[in-house]
């Protein structure tokens, strides 16, 4: 069992930055691939960024590709978003997830869900 627990969302210019946590629970963490979704509303939740389990690793959605950096720390159970030149769009609640297996664009695939922490990017 993992519990995730997401903090540094809040609201900000566009153009400006966020870096959003997520810290696990449990000693297995370093063996989980991460994952960071949102969720805009009326929409559908949507892939953002995934790392495997070493780090080694990365994938984008395109929209945030140059923009947003994924990494993690398996030393403090910890996996991070850097947002840098956030955009309107980029509004959304933001989720982490844990796959027990490879790292994926699928949201489906993952195995444990963090509750979400909102970014709002005012124009």
């Known amino acids: 069992q993992v519990q995730l627990v997401e903090s540094g969302g809040g609201l900000v210019q566009a153009g400006g930055s966020l870096r959003l946590s997520c810290a696990a629970s449990?000693?297995?963490?370093?063996?989980?691939?991460m994952g960071w979704f949102r969720q805009a509303p009326g929409k559908e939740r949507e892939f953002v960024a995934a790392?495997?389990?070493?780090?080694?690793?990365?994938y984008y959605a395109d929209s945030v590709k140059g923009r947003f950096t994924i990494s993690r720390d398996n030393a403090k159970n910890t996996v991070y978003l850097q947002m840098n030149s956030l955009k309107p769009e980029d509004t959304a609640v933001y989720y982490c997830?844990?796959?027990?297996?490879?790292?994926?664009?699928?949201?489906?695939?993952?195995?444990?869900w963090g509750q979400g922490t909102q970014v709002t990017v005012s124009s």
């Open positions: 790392i495997s389990w070493s780090g080694g690793s990365t």
């Open positions: 449990g000693r297995t963490f370093s063996r989980y691939a």
């Open positions: 997830a844990a796959d027990r297996g490879r790292a994926t664009y699928y949201s489906y695939d993952y195995d444990y």
